[in-house]
């Protein structure tokens, strides 16, 4: 199938780029609780937008299951409160237990404004913002799963069932709003009547540091292909790494990194004895976590993600930033980052031809490259930095801490 080289029509709103405004002193810290699953993805993926509310003058609180990151989210001036969820549990009393005890801690607390971050603290965290009262309630959905999208098996499909109407009702609550990532997941939301077009906020991602992740050289030596995340098979790993290996065998002297590991909570995650039988392979390289994923990007011509689907994918943002091409699956989100004939190419789901084909056009051609990477940095620095998407955020408390009584957001 072909590459696509058609660019994409932008659908993201306007952003504003004024400089956060404290809060008053009628309105001065009122409480923003986010509800997380995992420490570690709240330290990945939402510092910058809690920052941006700290800075604002909200007092931040964290829920979450608590492993490794604790005192670095502390040291940022915020209070942790540890969970006892499984992230990928989906046993009706484990459930029940835990809307419980997410309802203990909205008493405790008492916020103005709880901020539900993916599809399982909105389900669950948003029944028991409800029993508590919560006056303020916003859900950021970080993609659509399987269970909305009604795959996974049988069990996705039971899921989707029981997630669906849950997902109705509490997306449909007073004074709340929904934050999606890309057009295409709002579009099919609205469209499925699970939540009204006036209640949806496009916010793409939650701000990339442009200073920490600044342009960096290409590197010298044999082309070098980066992918960044975890290892599943919705990532599309799998295909790449048959695209790989027909380059190789071609006669392309092209490099794969995979940095990442396996998530065996995910259904689709790859299985040990695969990833060992890829070690084997020439020209591939699994180093497994990388703490600085620039360390990546200083070693790699090409970013590379042919994710299912995605909400906003993190890693081909910070590639960007980092300027470098891309190449992309053709799906909802990946098209957020990777606008085709701009900053990439664009190719079919699970097709390793087309994903070689796009590898070796890009692997061959240097200039290409260069004009990619610059369009890449500036795609990021137009909405998608850390500074524009934190006061996009923060004006969205405002707006629902405005239809709060004063009572409850004063101390």
Sequence with gaps: MPITTRRKKATSVPVRTAALRPLGKAEARPTLLYLVTEDWYFWSHRLPMARAAKKAGFDVVVATRVDQHRERIEAEGFRVVPLNWRRRSVSPSHALACIREIDAVYRRERPAIVHHVALKPILLGGLAAIAAGVPAVVNGLTGLGS????????????????????????????????????????????????????????????????????VLPEPEGPVTVGFVGRLLEDKGVRPLVEAHQRLRVE???????????????????????????????????????????????????????????????????????????????????????????????????????????????????????????????????SDMAADRVGAKTVELYRSLLAGIPRARTAP
């Design 147 to 214: 269970a909305l999208m009604g795959k996974g098996g049988l069990k996705g499909r039971v899921a989707g069932l029981v997630a669906r109407p849950l997902l109705g009702v509490v997306l449909k609550r007073p004074n709340s709003r929904l934050i999606l990532q890309n057009s295409d997941d709002r579009d099919l939301l609205v469209e499925r009547k699970l939540v009204k077009p006036d209640a949806v906020s496009l916010i793409r991602g939650s701000g990339i540091d442009v200073k920490h992740f600044a």
């Design 251 to 381: 006669g392309l002297e092209i490099n794969l990194i995979l940095a990442g590991t396996p998530d065996p909570e995910n259904p689709t995650s790859i299985k040990p004895a695969e990833l060992e039988r890829w070690k084997a392979l020439p020209g591939i390289e699994l180093p497994g976590h990388i703490a600085d994923v620039r360390e990546v990007w200083k070693r790699a011509h090409i970013a590379v993600l042919p994710s299912r689907r995605e909400g906003l994918p993190k890693s081909l943002l910070e590639a960007a930033s980092c300027g470098r091409a891309i190449v992309a699956t053709d799906v909802p989100g990946c098209r957020e980052v990777a606008h085709a004939g701009g900053n990439a190419l664009l190719v079919p789901v699970d097709d390793a031809g087309a994903l070689a084909e796009a590898i070796g056009t890009l692997a061959r051609d240097a200039e290409l490259r260069r004009r990619f990477a610059k369009a890449s940095r500036a795609l990021v620095e």
